[in-house]
Nanobody, 121 residues
Framework: QVQLVESGGGLVQPGDSLRLSCTAS????????MAWYRQAPGQQRELVAI???????NYGDSVKGRFTISRDNAKNTVYLQMNSLKPEDTAVYYC???????????????WGKGTLVTVSS
């Protein structure tokens, strides 16, 4: 009922910046949570940043001070501004959202297909 589509990944050099976007579409009544996760080869998926309605964002320890999550509610879109990128930031970045499609429905977890970010010189 809801689709998440990420964009903005690519190949950058260490120290560069990149902005990811994720837009939710479909039958949407309310979006409670939007977040970014990442998964590097051979590693578990980890939380990068999360923003809940009416709350301040939270970040994984490895990205604090470098990444910023923001949300445009009118566009059902979440952004991840990534600055001072490091090779260890290389991963597939996934968008996640908790969405209810109807007023009577509890939030349902949705995931995007991911966008690859490669940081290399």
């Amino acid at each position: 009922q809801v689709q998440l589509v990420e964009s903005g990944g690519g190949l950058v050099q260490p120290g560069d910046s990149l902005r990811l976007s994720c837009t939710a579409s479909g039958i949407i009544f309310s979006i409670y949570v939007m977040a970014w996760y990442r998964q590097a080869p051979g590693q578990q998926r980890e939380l990068v940043a999360i923003i809940r309605s009416g709350s301040s964002p939270n970040y994984g320890d490895s990205v604090k001070g470098r990444f910023t999550i923001s949300r445009d509610n009118a566009k059902n879109t979440v952004y991840l501004q990534m600055n001072s990128l490091k090779p260890e930031d290389t991963a597939v970045y996934y968008c996640n959202a908790e969405v209810s499609s109807y007023y009577y429905e509890d939030g349902v977890d949705y995931w995007g297909k991911g966008t690859l970010v490669t940081v290399s010189s």
